[in-house]
């Protein structure tokens, strides 16, 4: 496991604590609380995925009961696909945490990781939560990384601070993911915390489109989790004049800041993807609408050909234009796209560009950043989203998840 090569800098008002509570195999942290001051407001996100956990079940019901006072993330269990006995001990772990805080167990949202369809060993939590309460700090977050992790290699953390109106801003946030990943949202979990002063109203809407530009537009393989959420909190400690409308220049200096930082925190995700040895973005360009946009780049994204071509670092462009080609657009002129790899076009005019050389191309694929270019010329929407290639080590790592 990779330590977090960044300086996790606090948030005024958010602690956290992580143990080893022995829910993974492999006696790695796998247990973190995070306390939040009284007066903080937290909004989420949550996947789509029909077979929700019971753990994003009963957060979402947290949530519209009270404003949380805590966090309880575990790993090494996902605590979906296990029915009302999930339920119950989601509810149950509530519990136990809000009987050590003294705080309602609606004030506690819960969150899961790690294999789907096996009962919470709850004797286990039981016992890690006092110890993981008794690590919490304010400086707590490199540990609280490693312990969210799966099968991530590498830990997750960025940390800045931003000037909001003149005024110093304190912003710093977690994620794991590795596998599993696509929207929406992708096998991961995110956490953000920021001492700003702002309303619910306006960090809903800052956390809504921050996600939507960032954790929504990365894939690896193309399945949604069950698990999958991202949370802000905004501790409202930072002196500072409030944040109260979406039209403000604050405002759209925070969200900007938030985007940012959560994008940061999407990329490292693909980065650290299953068995990935290439960082790919799948650029769209000149299309009528986000919606095309997003269907040609998802539709290359995802292709098992062009993923293993990416990782034989082949230039098999062949791939690429025929997964454009079944995205779905309606009424596409071929004649009028054109195809990049890097800065080198390889389609144009329907077919193979006559500039296109194998040696450019082939230049082009053995970087370990490589960019995909389709220039749709329909329109003025432009999107991007974010994979990997796809490896021997994916098929090993997620044939052996269980073992």
């Not at 790690?114 to 309460?133: C, F, N, S, T, W």
């Not at 609408?289 to 269907?295: A, D, G, T």
Request: overall charge negative.
């Amino acid at each position: 496991m990779s330590q977090l090569t960044v300086e996790m800098h606090p948030v005024s008002g958010v602690y956290l604590g992580t143990c080893v509570a022995k829910i993974k195999k492999n006696g790695q942290p796998d247990l973190v609380i995070i306390e939040l001051a009284k007066g903080s407001i937290t909004v989420a996100t949550f996947t789509q995925n029909a077979f929700c956990a019971a753990p994003v079940i009963v957060a979402k019901q947290h949530l519209e009961q009270s404003a949380p006072r805590a966090l309880l993330i575990n790993s090494g269990n996902a605590n979906a696909g296990t029915g009302e006995q999930g339920i119950f001990d989601a509810q149950q772990a509530c519990v136990w945490v809000a009987e050590e805080l003294g705080c309602e167990p609606s004030e506690v949202l819960p969150f899961s990781t790690g294999v789907i369809g096996e009962d919470l060993p709850m004797a286990k939590l039981k016992q890690g939560i006092p110890e993981a309460l008794a690590n919490l700090s304010i400086t707590g977050w490199p540990q609280a990384c490693a312990g969210i992790m799966t099968t991530d290699l590498v830990a997750k953390g960025v940390s800045r601070e931003v000037m909001i109106d003149g005024h110093s801003v304190m912003i710093t946030g977690m994620s794991k993911g590795s596998g599993m990943i696509h929207p929406n949202m992708a096998t991961m979990l995110g956490f953000v915390a920021t001492d700003a002063k702002i309303t619910q109203g306006c960090l809903q809407q800052c956390l809504s489109d921050a996600v939507n530009a960032s954790f929504n537009r990365i894939t690896v393989d193309g399945d949604t989790s069950t698990n999958d959420a991202c949370t802000l909190t905004a501790t409202q400690q930072a002196d500072m004049p409030l944040i109260d409308s979406t039209h403000s220049q604050a405002y759209q200096d925070f969200a900007k800041a938030i985007t940012e930082m959560m994008t940061e925190l999407a990329q490292l995700i693909i980065r650290d993807g299953e068995g990935a040895t290439k960082f790919v973005s799948v650029v769209v360009e000149g299309g009528k609408n986000s919606e095309e946009c997003l269907k040609v780049a998802y539709a290359v994204a995802l292709s098992p050909l062009v993923k293993t071509a990416l990782f034989a670092s082949d230039p098999n462009w062949g791939r690429i234009l025929a997964a454009v080609g079944r995205a779905g657009v309606v009424d596409l002129d071929i004649n009028a796209i054109k195809l990049f790899l890097g800065d080198v076009c390889i389609v144009e005019n329907g077919g193979r560009a006559a500039s296109y050389t194998e040696v450019a191309g082939q230049a082009v694929m053995d970087q370990h950043d490589i960019t995909i270019t389709i220039q749709l010329n329909r329109g003025t929407a432009n999107e991007v989203v974010w994979t990997t290639d796809f490896s021997y080590d994916y098929v090993k790592i997620n044939a052996e998840y269980r073992s």
